[in-house]
């Protein structure tokens, strides 16, 4: 699959973004900014896992000789970080390439002007030529609050970017966002998806661990991970969360269906998105690590809202899921709504399968994931790449157009791992960012000693 999606990238969209499968063109969009070649950087560590190497060697080469970084236009900050940043930097700690750490140094300087703001609190956008940058709220942008799932998944690459180049200003711009989180108040120890990057306030009282939430609790306890067990205020704020979800957003359907619903201002949206199916991987992983006596508990839960990740797939006539499904209205894991149908080759229920899997080993994730596997083959695969489809609840399939880069960043290799031994990529030597990128465990002894970097490098 991998390959199949690989070659139709490169023949008919080579150096774009992503490719438009049905009409064999390449997409641009304006997430990136000027950047291109989103597919290939996603997919450097997928092809270098899978032992594709001629594939592999063609886009390191693609990326030495034609990623310019140094592009005007307003590109999403955690866009580029997670997928550029975090491709990258993964690509170098596999294959000890030194044109990946260069590029992702060079970059990482790039991004640096979008902290310039009264609070440190990142602007969601960032110009990346190499002038002009600091001075964003000059421009009428005071309107433009900033994502808690987007300047919240910075953590762990801006970690890295300091141990790669001994500097530590990306820690500390990380460091500063989580010591003004904590100094906020939270309402019902929830975190809110909006923040004024100005004022520093909330802009309002809307928490989701769906979009524009989401990530920003999967790296505080993959911050706890990555830095050996021994980043404690990472810890406590995760714990502290969770169990603020627990309380307020955790629900069970009238079929027992456990699920996690979204809160608006103190009102519960009976909904869950297809990206919140990520918690049940996120909830797995940090299960271990908290109370002995909420150990087993958090494994459970972790297997209840994959579970019910699975029936949002299972009730579909393509065995794909929904981008939405809701527990109101006698809808049961369903999406009632048209405009909630569609399924655009998202990658965290299976995910979740690939981690419950790890935790537990019951074949039964196993299962799940060939099931997906097959739908995916069936419904998803045209003669050309790999595409979204528009209902998965109709018996007609139509085609988005398009092959989402983190199809094979994220999608297949998560696949991949879920059929593969647990020392391919072990998790307790390595952690993926929110885009699927591997990144090493800083070993406790040397992330003080400046100079004495581990050799992650394979």
């Not at 141990?163 to 530590?168: A, F, W």
């Amino acid at each position: 699959m991998m390959k199949f999606a690989w070659d139709n990238y490169k023949r008919y969209a080579w150096g774009e973004n992503e490719l438009r499968p049905l009409s064999r063109n390449g997409n641009d969009g304006r997430t990136f900014g000027g950047l291109r070649g989103a597919s290939i950087v996603d997919s450097l560590d997928t092809l270098y896992i899978m032992g594709l190497g001629e594939e592999y060697q063609e886009a390191k080469e693609w990326v030495e000789n034609n990623l310019n970084l140094n592009v005007g236009g307003e590109a999403s900050l955690f866009e580029v970080n997670i997928r550029y940043v975090g491709g990258l930097l993964s690509a170098y700690y596999l294959t000890g390439e030194e044109v990946f750490k260069r590029k992702v140094v060079e970059l990482g300087k790039n991004l640096l002007p979008a902290f310039n703001t009264p609070t440190g609190i990142p602007h969601g956008v960032v110009n990346l030529a190499s002038s002009g940058l600091s001075d964003w709220w000059s421009g009428g942008d005071l309107g433009r609050s900033s994502v808690l799932a987007e300047f919240g998944t910075l953590h762990l690459e801006f970690v890295h970017l300091s141990e790669l180049t001994n500097d530590p200003i990306y820690t500390e711009k990380v460091m500063n966002i989580r010591k003004h989180l904590n100094q906020l108040d939270k309402p019902r120890g929830l975190y809110p998806n909006a923040l004024n990057p100005v004022s520093g306030n909330w802009e309002q009282h809307y928490v989701s661990i769906g979009a524009l939430g989401d990530s920003f609790y999967e790296y505080l306890i993959k911050s706890y991970l990555m830095s050996d067990r021994t980043d404690e205020v990472a810890k406590r704020m995760y714990y502290a969360a969770l169990e603020a979800i627990e309380n307020n957003l955790v629900q069970r359907s009238p079929g027992g269906l456990i699920y996690v619903a979204e809160w608006r201002g103190g009102i519960l949206d009976h909904r869950m998105g297809h990206l919140a199916c990520f918690s049940g991987g996120m909830i797995g992983i940090g299960a271990e690590h908290g109370s002995p006596e909420t150990r087993q508990h958090q494994l459970d839960l972790a297997a209840n809202i994959t579970h019910t990740c699975h029936e949002s797939y299972r009730r579909t006539p393509t065995k794909l899921g929904p981008e939405v499904f809701r527990f109101d209205d006698g809808a049961e894991a369903t999406a009632p709504r048209v405009n909630e149908r569609h399924y655009i080759l998202r990658p965290e229920v299976v995910e979740s399968y690939m981690y419950m899997w790890r935790l537990t080993h019951d074949p039964k994730y196993r299962e799940w994931g060939w099931e997906a596997l097959e739908a995916l083959e069936q419904h998803c695969r045209l003669a050309t790449g790999f595409s979204g489809i528009i209902d998965v609840y109709g018996h007609i399939i139509q085609h988005d157009n398009l092959q989402q880069s983190f199809f094979l960043a994220e999608t297949l290799k998560y696949l991949y791992l879920l059929f593969s031994d647990d020392d391919l990529l072990p998790l307790k030597d390595w952690v993926f960012n929110t885009e699927a990128h591997p990144l090493p465990v800083i070993p406790r002894n040397c992330s003080q000693e400046k100079g004495h970097r581990p050799n992650w490098t394979h």
